[in-house]
Nanobody, 114 residues
Framework: QVQFVESGGGLVQPGGSLRLSCAAS????????MAWYRQAPGKQRELVAT??????TNYYSVKGRFAISRDNGQKMLYLQMNSLKPEDTAVYYC?????????WGQGTQVTVSS
């Protein structure tokens, strides 16, 4: 069974940094393009970044501030978030990308506020 477990969120001041982690299981992680998504209060879930099995990355509206990475051996996905803004406040999820599977984890809450 496919499973994603996200962690690393929290409360951070504007301009701060966080590193999110995602543990994937039940899938051939090393051959699948992965992604981070986020859902802000009252908004639809949106794609944040993708990374291919070989490490090629794409960013959607956060380029230059966020960095997606992966460890195929450990089946882990990461999102380094720098220069955080209040508008980055959301629940962050990992999944396949750029088209997500039907399996969603619980997500990890990121709140950017002073």
């Amino acid at each position: 069974q496919v499973q994603f477990v996200e962690s690393g969120g929290g409360l951070v001041q504007p301009g701060g940094s966080l590193r999110l982690s995602c543990a994937a299981s039940g899938m051939a992680f090393s051959i699948i393009t992965m992604a981070w998504y986020r859902q802000a209060p009252g908004k639809q879930r949106e794609l944040v970044a993708t990374i291919t099995p070989g490490g090629y990355t794409n960013y959607y509206s956060v380029k230059g501030r966020f960095a997606i990475s992966r460890d195929n051996g450990q089946k882990m996905l990461y999102l380094q978030m720098n220069s955080l803004k209040p508008e980055d406040t959301a629940v962050y999820y990992c999944n396949k990308g750029p088209s997500a599977s039907d399996y969603w984890g619980q997500g990890t809450q990121v709140t950017v506020s002073s």
